[in-house]
């Protein structure tokens, strides 16, 4: 690979020209590329020996490969596939480096495989990560691309399929559609589940909860919180320690929360830390999603150690 040289003009006038250029030179890149009917030599002549020996490339399809594999690929999509690409928007962005740079194209890809029947435009976006060889001179800049990304819709391609696509739309994602519905509601069920079941259990011995829900389906169960202070759905997951002292600040005197004899939390259990400072016996159950509302590894670690604190707590 030939020396990379640094692009750093003080002249702002050559650096917007530099640009234009490549952004020139990316636009007869793309329509070479995503013009099937182009033929393999000139592919060879005009678009290969911008290509890098350690190019990547990657579609929802695959990722990998080198200089070689990607002209066989190149040649293959050419040979095998029927369509054409219309550019919406294409932008070339210098890294602060100087050397590397990023070229990202929008538009749309004019599948014409079954052109006798339809032909499909699919939205696309194409991502060239390239590096300057040599940009002394400005008006023919060399550079090559060692990462070249398609990102587009495997449900997008699905439903231009002829009859595929009506299966697909019609019946597939309708059916996906109940489905999820099905495993919302089981989820729900989990998550309020475990609180539940305590207090059927616990009926018989004229035990009495206060039961202030947060929880998105709190509604199925008429548990939702009302009147609570400091805490609602937006923080109550994860407080701030002010939040925290603040809730403990407030409640330390409440006279519904002198009537508590144990604190219980299932679902997130992180949230037990709001009722450490109230020294009173705590069951903790990790129903499901243990790291709940405390994904950052300080937040982690210090839910771990409230947690030790708590089991050796002889209450």
Known sequence: MSESIAFRSKNSASQTKLISQLERQFTTITQLLYTTSV???????????????????KDPWQEGGNKQLYRIRMKGFHNMFHFTFD???????????GITGRCIVDGIMNLQQFSWIYTYPLRSIFVYEFRLINSQNIDEPQFEIFR?????????????????????????RRGFGYFFVGLSAISCV?????????????????????????????GHTDTCAKNLKILNKTNGMSPSFTQRKQFYEVYRNNSEMN?????????????????????????IIASTRYEL???????WENLNNNLRLIASNPR
């Not at 550019?87 to 480096?97: M, R, Y």
Request: charged fraction near 25%; aromatic fraction near 12%.
């Open 39 to 57: 033929p393999g030599a000139l592919l060879d002549r005009q678009v290969l020996p911008y290509i890098a020996d350690d190019i990547i490339f």
């Open 87 to 97: 550019t919406f928007q294409l932008n070339v962005k210098l890294n602060d480096d």
């Open 148 to 172: 070249h990304e398609e990102m587009w819709s495997f449900a997008d391609m699905i439903d231009g399929i002829p009859g595929v696509g009506w299966l697909y739309k019609n019946l597939f």
């Open 190 to 218: 989990v998550h309020d589940r475990p609180i539940r079941d305590i207090k059927h259990q616990l009926a018989s011995f004229d035990i009495g909860f206060i039961d202030k829900s947060l929880s998105g389906a709190c």
């Open 259 to 283: 009537q508590v004899n144990i604190f219980m939390c299932f679902h997130p259990v992180g949230m037990c830390e709001l009722f450490m400072p109230f020294n009173r016996t705590m069951i």
């Open 293 to 299: 509302g405390r994904q950052e590894k300080e937040e």
